[in-house]
C-alpha cells in the first residue's frame, strides 16, 4: 500500500480536526438540550451558575445567522453631504449649500459619490474657484492656499476617518446595549453593517443606531417676539388677506381651520416660549409648511423653531407634540459632559438623565445660567427639544439634567449614546431586516429535513446503481457533510438559510466527482481491464475533468463571496467548503477504501 | 444497473434541431423580459416589506383594499403557503415603524378575533438597492468573464470558451424568462432578490460542470482518435459521457426538488430555480456548449485553410 499510508494520516487528521472543531457545538447542543428539559427556576439558577462556560462554548460553536436565529440586521449609511457641512463649519454659505445640495441630488440619481459630485459641480459653477473658500484646517495643513485635488483627497480621509469613528462609537453603543455576539462591519466607503442577533425591539435599536447624540444648550426665544411671529405666519397661509389676530375668539379659529392649511394640522399657541403644537402624525406636514423660506424669513433673524422630543399633551386620543422657539446660537454642547446617568426625579419619580460637566463647561454654564435667570433655557438632543427647564438660580457646580424621558429603558438608552460619544455625521439606515424567531425554527426544520431525505434518497440510488462502489462513495457522502460542517466550524463561518440550501446541494452535487469515477472505471472494465488496473486509471484518467468542474465552481462561488452580502455570503461559503470537502472525500477517501479491499483483502469490488 | 452503457446517439448531426429549441426559448425569454420586465424583490427595487402572520388563514383582498386606504398607495399582497402567512410590500418612502404600526392596527381592526403579529420586516432604501442591483449584474458579469479565461487558459482555443459562456448564458436568460412569466401564477415567490442571484451563479457552477466534463473527454479523444472528423469526435464525447452527465444530473434533480417540495417557503423560489438550472444545465452542455463548438471549430479550420 504505498503512498497510502500518507492518504490515511491525512484522512485522520482531518477527522481528529473536524471532531475538534465540531466538538464545541455538540457539547452546547447537549447543554441547550438538558436546559431546556429544567424546571423554570432550576434553570435561572443553572444558567447564572454556569455563565461563563456557557459564554466560552457559544463563541466556539457553528453560529446561526440572523434568518435562522431571529435578529436585526441594519446597513447604516453615514450622511456624507452634512459632513462636507460640518467640515466647511462656519464658512458656509448660501452659494455653498446650493452646490452641496445639487451635489448630493445627482450622487442620488447616478448612485455616484457626493464628493466627487460635490468637486464636480464646484469646478462646473466656475472653472477658477477654489474650494478652499470653505475649508481649513490646521491639522492636515488645509489652507487658503489648497488646490481643489488637495482638499478633495482631505474630504476623502476625512470621510474614511468618520466611518471609522461611526463604526467605534457604534460598537460601543450596542455592547452598552447588551447584544449578545454583535456584528458590525464596514461595506463600501461609506456604508456599515450592524447585525444583531436575537434582537427584535426594532424602535429602540434604530434610536440607538441613527442618534449622533448632539446634545445643545440653547437660550429660547422672546416670548413677545414669538407671539408676533406666529401672528404673521399664520396671516401669511389665511386664503384672505386679512390680518390674524390671535385674540380672535376660539370659535372663529374653527372655522379658519377649514380654509388655512397650516391650521388644518396646527394649533397655534404663542404662550411663553410654545410656539404652537400639532399631533404627531401631522408633524411632518407642519415642518413642509414652515421650513419654506418666505415662512422662515417671517421668524426672529436669531431664531429657530424645534420639536419637543415626547408629546406635552393629548387630545381625542392623539398625542401633540409643541414646537420651541430657540435661538439659533448653540451655548454648550454635548461634548462638555464628562459623565452622565440614569437617575430619578426626586419629587415626580420620573426618569431623568443626570450630567457632569467638565471645567470650562462649567464656567460657561455659570456665566449662562447666571445671565439668565427666570428664563427657559431649552436642552435640545439630536434636533429635538427634551426639556426647556426655566433657570431658578445659577448654576456652577457644572450639573444639570435632561428631563423629560418617556420611560427608564430612554434613560438609560441616551446615557449610552451620550457616553459613547458624538457621531461625526448622522447616520441614516438604509436597509433593515427583521427576523423573528419562529420563522427562523420553522426554517431550520424545513432545511434540516430535506436535507436528510436528499441525503437518504441519494445514498440508496448509489448503493442501487453502482452496488459496492456507490455504499463506499456512501461512506464518504456522509464524511463529506460531517467535514463541511467542520470547515464552517473552524472558520466561523455562520450557517445562513441559503446556506442549508447550499448544503443539500452539495449533497446531490458531492456525488458528481465519484460518478465519473465509477462511470471511467466501468469503461476500463469493458475495455477488458483487470479490476486493479481498471480502478487505477479510472481514477487517474477522470481526474483531470473532475478538477476543471470543481474549480471553475469553486470561482464562481469565490464571486458570489466577494459581491454578496449577508445570507448570499454564508450560500457562497458553504458552496466553497462543499467543493473542497467534497473533492477530498470523494477522490481520497474513496480510494483509500477501495485500495484497502482489493490490495489488502483481496476483495472484489463491484461496480453495478 | 446500466444507463446509457453503449450509447450511441446521433446528436452532433442533429445539433439545427437544438438550436432551434434554444433559439426559441431565448427569444421568449427575452420577450417576457423586455415586455413583462423583470420582476424584482426588495432587496432590488426598494420599499418595505412585511410578513404578517394569522391565526387563521385570512383573505388577501380585504385586507389589500384596507391598507391602500391608510398607507395612500396599494400594497403587493401576497399569501403564502397556506394562508396563515401574508407578505406585504409597499413602495413608499415612509418609515418602516410606521408602515409596521399602520399595518399591525389595520390587521387587529379588521380582523378583531383573529390575531396576528409581525414576523419578518424588510425595508431597503432605493439607492441601497440600486446598488444592491449593479452588484449582481457585476457578479454575473464577472463569473461568465472568470470562466470565458480559465477555459481559455485550460483548454487553449477560444472556440472552448466560447462554447461554453454561452450556454451558461443560454441557461441563466432562459431561468430569467421563466421566472419573469411564471410570476404571479404560481403559489410561491419568484421575485428576483439577491437569494436568486446566488441560485444563479450556482446553475452557472452547476451548467459548467456539466459542459467542462464533456470538453474534457472531447481534448482526450482529440488525442485518441486523431484521423476523426471533429464533429464526430465530439458526437462521441456526449456519448462516452452521457452516462455520467444524467446520473449526476439525477442525484442533483432528486435532492433539489426534495428542497422545492419540503425546504419551506423561503427557499421556494431558489430550490425552484436551481430545478431548471439543473435541466437547462444538462442539457445546454449537449446541445448548445458542444455543438456550438463544433461549429465554432469547424468555421476557424474552414479559415485557416
Known amino acids: ?608 | 444497473m446500466r444507463l446509457f452503457e453503449t450509447a450511441n446517439y446521433t446528436i452532433i448531426p442533429h445539433r439545427k434541431v437544438g438550436y432551434i429549441i434554444s433559439g426559441t426559448l431565448i427569444l421568449l425569454s427575452l420577450v417576457a423580459i423586455f415586455g413583462r420586465g423583470l420582476q424584482y424583490g426588495i432587496d432590488f427595487r426598494g420599499g418595505v416589506e412585511i410578513i404578517l402572520e394569522f391565526e387563521e388563514p385570512v383573505g388577501v383582498e380585504e385586507i389589500r383594499s384596507e391598507l391602500n386606504v391608510h398607507l395612500g398607495t396599494l400594497p403587493n399582497i401576497r399569501r403564502l403557503g397556506v394562508g396563515r402567512d401574508m407578505l406585504i410590500r409597499v413602495d413608499t418612502e415612509m418609515p418602516t415603524s410606521e408602515v409596521q404600526r399602520i399595518v399591525t392596527s389595520t390587521a387587529a381592526s379588521l380582523y378583531p378575533d383573529n390575531p396576528s403579529r409581525i414576523i419578518q420586516t424588510e425595508n431597503v432604501g432605493p439607492s441601497f438597492a440600486d446598488d444592491l442591483r449593479n452588484a449582481a449584474l457585476m457578479s454575473i458579469i464577472f463569473a461568465l468573464i472568470v470562466i470565458f479565461l480559465y477555459i481559455l487558459i485550460r483548454f487553449k482555443k477560444w472556440s472552448y470558451s466560447a462554447g461554453a459562456v454561452a450556454a451558461l448564458a443560454h441557461d441563466v436568460i432562459i431561468t430569467l424568462g421563466i421566472f419573469t412569466v411564471l410570476h404571479g401564477i404560481v403559489p410561491f415567490s419568484l421575485d428576483i432578490n439577491q437569494v436568486l442571484i446566488a441560485a444563479f451563479l450556482t446553475i452557472v457552477g452547476y451548467s459548467l460542470n456539466d459542459t467542462v466534463v464533456v470538453f474534457d473527454r472531447i481534448r482526450e479523444n482529440s488525442l485518441i482518435f486523431k484521423t476523426e472528423s471533429f464533429d464526430k469526435m465530439v458526437n462521441r464525447s456526449i456519448n462516452n459521457t452521457l452516462s455520467r452527465t444524467v446520473i449526476t444530473s439525477l442525484t442533483t434533480l432528486f435532492v433539489v426538488t426534495i428542497l422545492f417540495i419540503f425546504g419551506g417557503d423561503v427557499l421556494k423560489g431558489l430550490s425552484f430555480a436551481l430545478i431548471i438550472g439543473v435541466l437547462l444545465g444538462t442539457y445546454s452542455s449537449i446541445f448548445v456548449a458542444s455543438a456550438l463548438l463544433v461549429d465554432l471549430q469547424q468555421k476557424t479550420r474552414k479559415n485557416i485553410a
Do not use: C
Open chain 1, 1 to 608: 500500500m504505498k503512498g497510502n499510508g500518507t492518504k490515511v494520516a491525512f484522512i485522520v487528521a482531518f477527522l481528529v480536526l473536524t471532531i475538534y472543531y465540531l466538538f464545541p457545538s455538540f457539547q452546547y447542543w447537549l447543554e441547550m438540550r438538558k436546559i431546556d428539559d429544567m424546571e423554570q427556576e432550576e434553570r435561572v439558577e443553572y444558567i447564572r451558575a454556569n455563565e461563563a462556560r456557557i459564554e466560552n462554548m457559544r463563541e466556539k460553536i457553528l453560529t446561526l445567522g440572523l434568518d435562522l436565529q431571529g435578529g436585526m440586521h441594519v446597513t447604516l449609511e453615514l450622511a456624507t453631504n452634512q459632513l462636507i457641512q460640518e467640515l466647511a463649519g462656519e464658512y458656509v454659505d448660501d452659494e455653498f449649500n446650493e452646490i452641496l445640495a445639487t451635489a448630493n441630488q445627482r450622487a442620488r440619481e447616478s448612485n455616484t459619490d457626493v464628493i466627487a459630485e460635490f468637486v464636480m459641480v464646484f469646478e462646473e459653477r466656475d472653472v477658477e474657484a477654489r474650494m478652499s473658500r470653505y475649508f481649513r484646517s490646521d491639522a492636515d495643513n488645509i489652507t487658503r492656499r489648497s488646490t481643489n485635488a488637495e482638499i478633495q483627497e482631505w474630504l476623502l480621509e476625512q470621510r474614511d476617518a468618520a466611518v471609522h469613528r461611526a463604526i467605534e462609537i457604534v460598537r460601543n453603543r450596542v455592547d452598552r446595549f447588551g447584544v449578545t455576539e454583535p456584528s458590525i462591519v464596514r461595506q463600501g466607503n461609506n456604508r456599515l453593517v450592524v447585525e444583531l442577533p436575537g434582537v427584535t425591539d426594532e424602535e429602540r435599536v434604530r434610536d440607538l443606531l441613527r442618534g449622533t447624540a448632539r446634545l445643545e444648550f440653547r437660550l429660547t426665544a422672546d416670548p413677545d417676539d414669538l407671539r408676533h411671529s406666529l401672528e404673521r405666519i399664520i396671516a401669511h397661509f389665511e386664503p384672505h388677506e386679512d390680518e390674524f389676530d390671535l385674540e380672535d375668539q376660539w370659535e372663529e379659529l374653527d372655522q379658519e381651520r377649514q380654509e388655512n392649511p397650516l391650521l388644518q394640522y396646527f394649533i397655534p399657541q404663542g404662550q411663553g416660549v410654545t410656539f404652537g403644537s400639532a399631533a404627531g402624525v401631522d408633524t411632518a406636514q407642519v415642518n413642509q409648511l414652515i421650513r419654506q423660506p418666505d415662512v422662515q424669513r417671517l421668524l426672529p433673524r436669531d431664531i429657530t423653531l424645534m420639536w419637543t422630543a415626547n408629546p406635552q399633551f393629548e387630545m381625542e386620543g392623539r398625542n401633540y407634540y409643541s414646537l420651541i422657539g430657540v435661538r439659533r446660537q448653540v451655548e454648550l454642547t454635548g461634548d462638555v459632559v464628562t459623565e452622565a446617568r440614569p437617575t430619578f426625579d426626586q419629587h415626580t419619580n420620573r426618569p431623568e438623565v443626570s450630567m457632569t460637566m467638565n471645567r470650562q463647561g462649567a464656567r460657561v454654564w455659570a456665566r449662562v445660567t447666571g445671565a439668565n435667570i427666570g428664563r427657559p433655557i431649552a436642552i435640545a438632543l439630536d434636533g429635538v427639544i427634551y426639556s426647556y427647564p426655566v433657570v431658578q438660580g445659577q448654576i456652577t457646580g457644572g450639573r444639570s439634567s435632561i428631563t423629560g424621558l418617556a420611560s427608564s429603558a430612554e434613560a438609560e438608552d441616551l446615557v449610552n449614546i451620550l457616553m459613547s460619544g458624538a457621531l461625526p455625521a448622522p447616520l441614516n439606515i438604509v436597509q433593515e431586516r427583521t427576523v423573528g424567531p419562529s420563522l427562523g425554527e420553522a426554517s431550520i426544520r424545513a432545511g434540516f429535513n430535506s436535507a436528510l431525505a436528499g441525503l437518504i434518497i441519494v445514498v440508496f440510488f448509489m448503493m442501487f446503481y453502482y452496488r459496492t462502489g456507490g455504499a463506499i462513495a456512501d461512506i464518504a457522502l456522509v464524511l463529506n457533510i460531517i467535514f463541511i460542517m467542520g470547515i464552517l466550524a473552524a472558520f466561523n463561518a455562520t450557517l445562513t438559510l441559503p446556506g442549508i440550501a447550499g448544503i443539500v446541494l452539495t449533497i446531490g452535487m458531492a456525488v458528481d466527482a465519484n460518478v465519473l469515477i465509477f462511470d471511467r472505471i466501468r469503461e476500463e472494465l469493458r475495455a477488458g481491464k483487470s479490476l486493479i488496473a481498471a480502478i487505477d486509471s479510472g481514477y487517474s484518467n477522470s481526474m483531470s475533468a473532475i478538477l476543471d468542474a470543481n474549480i471553475t465552481t469553486f470561482l464562481t462561488a469565490v464571486i458570489l463571496f466577494s459581491f454578496g452580502v449577508g445570507p448570499i455570503k454564508g450560500f457562497a461559503i458553504t458552496l466553497m467548503a462543499g467543493i473542497a470537502a467534497s473533492l477530498f472525500s470523494a477522490i481520497i477517501i474513496t480510494r483509500v477504501i477501495v485500495d484497502w479491499m482489493t490490495k489488502e483483502k483481496k476483495w472484489s469490488i463491484s461496480y453495478g
